[in-house]
């Protein structure tokens, strides 16, 4: 049961990470690493609000220099595009042997002009249909 959401603001101090919560001013706190800052904001949170710390919910903003946050952005964007390709690509695929299977082709057969395993050819042939 989330009670409380905020958003923990980490920015990198020397070996540490710096952090404030966004709704609760003074409400700061340290981790080493990215990963503990939750647990932390949350404590800090708890503290501060009188709540149990597993009824917070942290939202972590790291600072990030901008033309780090730039390339981060266009690199989640290539990654979403790639796995977009990734998606249309394997139901082409799909497409495509059972296509070969309703020829007549053997799945070895299918997998050799797909150029994959005859296993996996049995895969794209069994994969349910997506619905379009």
Do not use: C, N
């Amino acid at each position: 049961m989330v009670a409380v959401k905020v958003t923990a603001v980490a920015e990198r101090s020397g070996r540490w990470w710096a952090v404030r919560v966004v709704e609760m001013p003074g409400a700061f706190t340290q981790a080493r690493r990215l990963d503990q800052v939750p647990t932390m904001a949350a404590d800090a949170v708890a503290t501060l609000a009188d709540v149990d710390p597993a009824t917070v919910e942290v939202e972590v903003r790291p600072v990030l220099a901008a033309e780090v946050s730039g390339r981060l952005e266009r690199a989640r964007a290539a990654r979403r595009r790639a796995d977009e390709l990734a998606t249309s690509a394997a139901e082409q695929l799909r497409e495509v042997a059972r296509m070969l299977a309703d020829a007549g082709l053997p799945e070895r057969d299918i997998g050799v002009i797909l150029g994959t395993s005859h296993q996996r050819a049995h895969q794209l042939l069994t994969a349910p249909r997506r619905a379009s």
